[in-house]
């Protein structure tokens, strides 16, 4: 059989009718596509029995026109291999184009586009998010997940997919899948749910955005904890919500202070188990505080269970949820931290008269989760991966948690404060007065050390000097070397 070449064609129109011959049609539509950059130097293009067969016309115009590009420099051939866009295009070739194209990318700022459209800051890496290593956050130990009996299960759903799963599914996500959540959710989380209530979703993320959209209005109040989770904040300004920073202790959100300052609150967005990023676990009086305020307000609680699986001291704390005999909470949970980010699966526990709504507005965002992973997962749950891979890291992170500790009692001794070291993959030192953490982390960053400042993490105007510090990817062993790097990144500027 003829090998079928990989070479895309790129979109050329050919008018029959029109008084432009055919082969100046192609000519001209190569010329401009190379000319605006939308074909690369070197890159193939199709034979011209392709191109004449895609466009239903016959080779001879074809030829012409791929003459014409050869005598002009625009195409190149090399023998046995096909023909391509010339490879060394002078600039001055395409200088008077390229440049209308840059004033039109420099315009393109000035331009129209929706109001809330406006409403983020434009998206920037900052440079502690730039790098993988020592203390970045969020970052799993990546090296032991347990890759050949994931790629196993991988290889056994690629082989012979049934035609459901590669069609669409429905808007919740895979029925196998949901079940298997549910009974991880009602045994280690102490959730109630059955799987009717369950969503999968591209992670917690996409789980903020749906349940903001179905429960909060343009202006809706909705408090959040300060300091808190930046990317809630994002999802409720996004929605033109008026945001009320509520403050947090040890204890957790201040629920008294909450119904000081809004009592009318649509709803709470707290992560009760491990609050982010200061770590206090929601005390018990609290949480009945926080559910009576809204049953009595009819407002919604948003618990973000992110990272509950991993606590060292004592039992993981049971879900909030779980609490809740009115049906006020919703519950997101993810597998982000559990497996790792880029799988981009969370869920969400719905209240069951909310099913409705939710699955409305999520089918009209981008109709359902994407099959292959789920089916993937499932099987990593039901054959005992996943609670075993649970259990192995949360030794691990506890030796990582506990050699960070101790190193930077070792290298600081009183002058850093630690705070929430009790649970998950990542604590928090507070700084001493006059040093401005922004400044220090973009230090730091070019010195490939990633400490995410602790102040961006506060709405309002008295932030906390501070970092969070993962300690999920380091190895206990290599935890004296990255807080000896910290050490002396703080030491030479004199102030610690
Ligand atoms: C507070 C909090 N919630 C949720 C997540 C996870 O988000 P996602 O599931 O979108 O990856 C994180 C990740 O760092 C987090 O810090």
Same mark, same amino acid.
């Given at each position: ?62 030829? %012409?026109?791929?003459?014409?590009? #050869? ?94 799963? #590669? ?15 549910? %009974? ?193 997962? %499932? ?32 290298e600081f001794?009183?002058a850093l ?12 030192v %507070?700084l001493p007065?006059?040093l401005?953490d922004?400044q220090v982390a973009?230090h730091a960053?070019?010195?490939?050390l990633?400490l ?15 970092f ?15 807080v000896r790097h910290l050490r002396n990144l703080l030491g030479p500027q004199g102030r610690l």
């Amino acid at each position: 059989m003829r090998k079928v070449p990989s070479t895309l064609s790129p979109v050329i129109a050919v008018d029959r009718k029109a008084a432009k011959p055919l082969h100046k049609q192609i000519y001209d539509a190569y010329r401009d596509k190379i000319v605006g950059r939308n074909l690369d130097a070197g890159q193939q293009i199709p034979s011209s029995r392709a191109l004449a067969v895609e466009l239903g016309i016959s080779r001879i115009p074809v030829l %012409t026109a791929y003459a014409q590009l #050869l005598a002009e420099g625009y195409f190149e051939t090399r023998t046995g291999a096909g023909t391509f866009v010339c490879s060394s295009l002078p600039d001055q070739f395409t200088s008077s184009e390229r440049n209308s194209i840059r004033s039109a990318d420099i315009c393109s700022g000035a331009r129209p586009v929706a109001r809330r459209a406006l409403l983020l800051p434009r998206y920037e890496r900052l440079p502690w998010f730039r790098g993988l290593g020592a203390f970045s956050v969020s970052q799993p130990a990546f090296d032991q997940f347990p890759f050949q009996t994931w790629s196993r299960i991988v290889a056994r759903h690629s082989r012979n997919p049934h035609a459901s799963e #590669l069609h669409y599914g429905g808007p919740l996500g895979s029925e196998q899948l949901r079940e298997a959540i549910c %009974t991880y959710l009602r045994t280690a989380r102490a959730v109630r749910c059955d799987s009717s209530q369950v969503m999968i979703v591209t992670g917690s993320q996409q789980a903020l955005e749906i349940t903001t959209r179905v429960l909060l209005d343009t202006r809706s109040p909705a408090w959040v904890e300060e300091p808190g989770y930046w990317l809630t904040r994002q999802v409720l300004t996004a929605a033109s919500c008026r945001l009320v920073p509520i403050p947090v202790d040890k204890e957790g959100l201040d629920v008294a202070d909450g119904i000081k300052r809004c009592r009318k609150a649509k709803a709470a967005f707290v992560a009760p188990s491990h609050q982010y990023p200061l770590g206090a676990t929601m005390s018990a009086s609290r949480r009945l505080q926080l559910l009576d305020w809204a049953q009595s307000s009819g407002s919604w609680i948003i618990e973000d269970d992110y990272d509950s699986e991993y606590r060292f001291g004592s039992m993981p704390i049971a879900s909030l949820q779980g609490l809740d005999h009115n049906s006020c909470v919703i519950y997101i949970g993810t597998f982000s931290k559990t497996l790792f980010p880029s799988l981009r699966i969370g869920y969400v526990v719905i209240p069951k008269d909310l099913v409705d709504r939710f699955v409305a507005v999520r089918h009209a965002m981008d109709i359902g989760p994407p099959h292959f992973f789920q089916t993937v997962l %499932t099987d990593f749950m039901n054959e005992g991966h996943f609670a075993r891979h649970i259990r192995r890291m949360r030794l691990l992170y506890a030796q990582r948690r506990t050699a960070l500790v101790d190193s930077l009692k070792k290298e600081f001794g009183s002058a850093l404060g630690i705070l929430g070291a009790e649970a998950g993959m990542h604590l928090v030192v %507070t700084l001493p007065r006059g040093l401005r953490d922004q400044q220090v982390a973009e230090h730091a960053a070019r010195e490939k050390l990633w400490l995410w400042p602790l102040s961006p993490a506060y709405l309002g105007n008295r932030p906390r000097q501070g970092f969070i510090l993962g300690f999920g990817s380091t190895p206990a062993a290599a935890m004296p070397q990255a807080v000896r790097h910290l050490r002396n990144l703080l030491g030479p500027q004199g102030r610690l």
